[in-house]
């Protein structure tokens, strides 16, 4: 496991020390600056992976050293200590880009839940994610994976990166989205700028909107003091709402306001500010049917839709199994200093035909089981022993609404259909391109689908695994009526 560096800023000794000490228990590498001057210097000597700093100090002050650490590097993750009463000033380093503040006296716990919160949201800025690239780079995960809709994926990330378009990531659990976030970040020209996630689904729906947008003192019970949101502090950055499909209608009109006119206002205030933030959300759901049930605005959603990306699950590509397997293989072996040397074939083919319906964070966390508990140098069969315990096809999941994999679903389909049209109907399947109409497409899918089950709307609802509703939806909105 890495050990991260810390470095704490105060003018008081005797609370460095303190800082330093029960920081250290936790296991964090801990350096210490009496200064704002002496903080830059350790910055620029030690690269700390978080900073906690004091606002108030003499000589340069907590928020002008903020302002230089953020000038220098604008994805510093910096925590602010406050004393009890200054939170005016707190809120001013929350726009200056600190990650969050801590008011004085706080207990322990309070700052050891923080700077983890923090570490991880540096972690998922600056990590690096390389695209099926050199699995025994050292400094940064991979994305792994050959087949074709994987390299389908790479494609639109090369090509969507660059752009400021909004991209939503779709896909089951466990597929990679939230690794394809951060490699389209990565890839963009806000590289060097914030990228911020928030786990929509995670927080209440009642905080959510102030998470985001930040509120006025006083707006609701509880809002105390004011509050910035995340799109404010990321400005000029990149943010992943991640899990869209659980937010109030409310914020989703926030959301629908800022990708529209870039403006905002936080909860409980007449204020508009602007902002330029290029937002990437992602969902397992079927949003069509939060349409349906009146929780999810249709214009949101054709806004969020521009570029959609379809994660496949892994049972779709399992030709990639044993690269995964590998990969994960070298990544434990050095994590917990292993030397597992390879997968017994009875093993690996067990693992190449098992369903995953946790897809690669499932296989991910079997081989990590494996590799911590493993006696011997090769991983038998017997080490999957959760694995083993499951029937090997699991139950199927259902079919995903159109667009997603409904394609895959009707390749036969489509090939009979296609047949007298191209010759070699399976090197047109095999391009992948009918599941890139399938997504443009869904009007073609949508007619073929009725056509074959008579135009019978409940039959060919269940087929493609949405509802009734959904499906006229659909259609109304093909003019298929
Ligand atoms: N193609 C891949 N190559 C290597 N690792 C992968 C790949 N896809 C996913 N992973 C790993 O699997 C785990 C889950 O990936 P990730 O969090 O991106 O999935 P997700 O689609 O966001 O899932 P959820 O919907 O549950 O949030 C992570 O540890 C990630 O690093
Ligand atoms: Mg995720």
Known sequence: MKNFKLLVVDDTPVLLEMVKDFLEEEGYAVKTAISGQEALQAIEEDKPDAVIMDIKMPGMSGLDALSEIKKKDPQ??????????????????????AYDYITKPFK??????????????????????????????????????????????YKTIGKVAESNATVSIR?????????????????????????????????????????????????????????????????????????????????????????????????????????????????????????EAGQFRE?????????????????????????????????????????????????????????????????????????????KEILFLEDFPVLLGKPKESVPAPVPALGEGAA???ADKFKELLAPIIKEPSIFLDSGLYKKMAGSLEKTLLETVLNLNNKNQVQSAKVMGISRNTLRALMKEHGLE
Request: proline fraction near 4%.
């Open 76 to 97: 510093a993750t910096v925590i602010m200590m406050t004393a009890y009463g200054t939170t005016q000033t707190a809120i001013e380093a929350m726009k200056r880009g």
């Open 108 to 153: 322990n716990e309070e700052v050891k839940a923080l700077i983890k919160k923090a570490l991880e949201a540096g972690r998922l800025m600056k990590e690096k994610v390389f695209l099926r690239t050199d699995p025994d780079n050292l400094d940064g995960v991979c994305i792994i994976g050959k087949s074709s809709p994987m390299l389908d994926i």
């Open 171 to 291: 896909g089951e659990s466990g597929t990679g989205k939230e690794l394809v976030a951060r490699a389209i970040f990565q890839n963009s020209l806000r590289r060097d700028k914030p990228f911020l996630a928030v786990n929509c689904a995670a927080i209440p729906e009642s905080l959510l909107e102030s998470e985001l947008f930040g509120h006025a003192r006083g707006s609701f019970t509880g809002a105390i003091n004011k509050r910035v949101g995340k799109f404010q502090q990321c400005e000029g950055g990149t943010i992943f709402l991640d899990e869209i499909g659980d937010m109030s209608l409310s914020t989703q009109a926030k959301i629908l306001r800022v990708l529209q006119e870039h403006t905002f206002q936080p909860v409980g205030s007449e204020e508009t500010s602007e902002v330029d933030v290029r937002v990437i959300t992602s969902t397992n759901k079927d949003l069509w049917r939060a349409i």
């Open 299 to 375: 214009d949101l959603y054709y806004r969020l839709k521009v570029v959609t990306l379809y994660m496949p699950p892994l049972r779709q590509r399992k030709e990639d199994i044993p690269l995964l397997v590998d990969y994960f293989l070298q990544k434990f072996n050095r994590e917990f200093n292993k030397s597992i040397k390879n997968i017994h074939p009875d093993a690996m083919s067990f693992l190449s035909g098992y369903d995953w319906p946790g897809n690669v964070r499932e296989l991910e966390n079997a081989i990590q089981t494996a590799v911590v508990m493993a006696k």
């Open 408 to 410: 895959d679903n009707y």
